[in-house]
C-alpha cells in the first residue's frame, strides 16, 4: 500500500515548488514593463517642453539673492513682484568666457536706466557662490544678482547655455531673448521701446 501512494505525492510537491518561481517571474516582468513605461512617459513629456519665446509670459520663479546684491532690499524676490517694470534677466557664469565680454556694458546700462522701470537681473547659472561674488565685484556690478538654486529658472526658460538674455515687458511678457554677449545698441532700442509701449515689443 505504501507503494501506491509514493508516486501520487511526488508530482504534487513539484507542482508546488513551481508556482513561487512563476509568481516571482511574472512580478519580474511587469516591474520591467511599468519602468519602460515611465521612461516612455518622462521623454515624451520633456520632449513636448516648449522653450519660451519672445510674445509668451515669462516663467515666474523667485530668487534668494547674493548678500550685497538686493533688490528694494529684500533677501527674496518673485519675478511677479516686479511686474510693472522692464526686467533684463541676463543667465550667466564666473567660469563662462563669453559672460565677461557683456559684464561691463550690462552694469553700464543698469546705471544708465538706474531710475527708470527697469530692473536687470543676473542669475548665476551652475555656479560656485564665492567664485559668482568674486565674479561680480571683479567686474564691479550694482544692480541685483542671485544664484540659481538647483537650477531651476534655467530649466523654467530653457536656457542653451551662457550668456543667455530674457527681456521682460512691464505685462510679463517675453519681448526678446538674445542668446550669447548681449549688443549695447540693440539692448539700449529694445528697452527703451518697452518703456515707451508700457508692454512686450
Known sequence: ????????????VGTEKSKPKFRVTTILLWVAVIGILAL????LINANKTRPEAGQTAPGF????????????????????????????????????ECRVEADLLEQASRQYANEDVVFLGVAYADVEPNSIE?????????????DL???????????GVPETFFIGKDGVIANVVIGPV?????????NTLLAEGGSQ
Open 183 to 191: 549688443n549695447g545698441p540693440a539692448m539700449m532700442n529694445t528697452i
Open 150 to 160: 538647483g537650477t531651476s529658472i534655467s530649466s523654467d526658460y530653457e536656457i542653451t
Open 40 to 43: 516612455v512617459g518622462w521623454g
Open 62 to 97: 523667485t530668487v534668494h539673492y547674493f548678500d550685497g546684491y538686493e533688490w528694494e532690499n529684500a533677501s527674496a524676490s518673485t519675478l511677479e513682484e516686479m511686474k510693472g517694470k522692464v526686467v533684463v534677466l541676463n543667465f550667466w557664469a564666473s567660469w563662462c568666457v
Open 1 to 12: 500500500m505504501t507503494d501506491t501512494i509514493q508516486p501520487t505525492e511526488n508530482p504534487t
Open 135 to 147: 565674479y561680480l565685484k571683479e567686474f564691479g556690478i550694482t544692480y541685483p544678482n542671485a544664484p
